[in-house]
């Protein structure tokens, strides 16, 4: 079926990700900083579906080394997903330029620096899918995660467009934006268990979206209908809630 490259593949969605793709006849590239602490994943995978998974380094800030990592591949991928995140410290951003940078860097612009690359390659062989995890948190700037959101909503503005350019090159892009996931990034937060899914599921929304080629997905669904209540919630109203 070719190669599938997972950029933040140590993610809990992108393991889960990891074990649905390889299960449907995808090889893998999971790449990750520290990616040796992928091996024993890498392994289980190829044990339990006879598909070939290799493990590559990558940290999405060094920008430099993006363009030798992606030629590096022994094998161009069919598709790449890209689960890379940093929640960061709101509270901390507030007072902490070098967090606000870690944050936005993280989030967008090293997404951007790694996916400008392999969007030029699926341009010029005419197919491809690129997969992107957003957030709900890019829809609307709240003041508990604004910094997050506004680099979620940089990133989603950034597929938009990327889908729009690569249309006509037969490359299809999909933003997902998860609502609460319980994954690391939210260890230790006090989630709504009727608005917070599990890992495995987000995977699953995301394969069957990516298939579909749907453009964007919520998940869990709900987050849809949320969101769009919350996006046309008056700004004068909205600035005095806390939400
Ligand atoms: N959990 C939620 O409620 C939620 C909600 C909405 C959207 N999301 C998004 O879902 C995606 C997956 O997150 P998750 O919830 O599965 O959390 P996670 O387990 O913390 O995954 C985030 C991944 O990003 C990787 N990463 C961070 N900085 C990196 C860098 N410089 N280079 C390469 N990789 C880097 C991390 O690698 P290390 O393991 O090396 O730190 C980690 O594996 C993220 O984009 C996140 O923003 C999550």
């Known amino acids: ?18 074990r649905i793709y390889a299960e ?10 520290q990616v ?6 890498a392994k289980d995978i190829t044990i339990r579906t006879q598909q070939s998974v290799k493990c590559v380094e990558l940290d999405v800030l060094d920008y430099p080394l993006h363009q030798a990592f992606y030629e590096a591949l022994p094998e161009k991928p069919i598709g790449v997903i890209s689960a890379v995140g940093y929640l960061g410290a709101q509270d901390m951003a507030q007072d902490d330029f070098v967090e606000v940078q870690k944050i936005i860097n993280t989030n967008y612009t090293g997404v951007v620096s790694i996916l400008n690359i392999i969007a030029n390659d ?46 006509s090159a037969n490359v299809h892009v999909l933003t997902v934006k998860p609502g609460f996931v319980n994954t690391k990034m939210t260890e230790g937060l006090i989630l ?28 869990l669904w709900l987050w849809k209908w949320i969101m769009l209540i919350i996006r046309h919630i008056p700004e004068w109203k909205f600035k005095a809630m806390s939400l």
């Open 36 to 41: 040796d602490e992928l091996e024993a994943i």
């Open 122 to 167: 699926f341009e010029q062989r005419k197919s491809g899918f690129i997969v992107a995890i957003s957030s709900v948190a890019g829809d609307r700037g709240r003041k508990s995660n604004y910094i997050y959101g506004s680099a979620k909503a940089a990133l989603s503005t950034y597929l938009s467009g990327l889908r729009n350019r690569l249309y």
């Open 192 to 219: 709504p268990a009727k608005l917070t899914a599990q890992p495995k599921s987000v995977a699953n929304d995301i394969f069957i979206a990516q298939q579909k080629k749907q453009n964007i997905l919520y998940t």
């Open 1 to 18: 079926m070719g190669y599938v490259l997972i950029i933040g593949a140590k993610s809990d969605i992108a393991i889960a990700l990891a």
């Open 24 to 33: 449907n006849n995808y090889s893998l590239y999971l790449a990750a900083r």
